[in-house]
């Protein structure tokens, strides 16, 4: 599966480690999270206004301007377009 996140970049959701809102990365008590992050992996912002959400892959951390509701329910309708299944469901 693949999810869309901004300006025509689409990535493998199974490289995907977790998505998060963009305040809670800034917040003060991740910042040691945060900053290791940054240092093993490849910062791409692809927030063209307002940075809300962050997806943290394998090698790279993508800051994008769509809510992180957005995101999981891209991920949640490829899941009922191609008949699969949703452990949250």
Known sequence: MYIYLENELVIPTENIIIIIDYIHLKNTCNNDFYNNEIKNKKLINLALEEEKSVVITDSEIYITSYALSTLMSR?????RISGGSNSNE
């Open 75 to 79: 991920g949640n309708e490829y899941l």
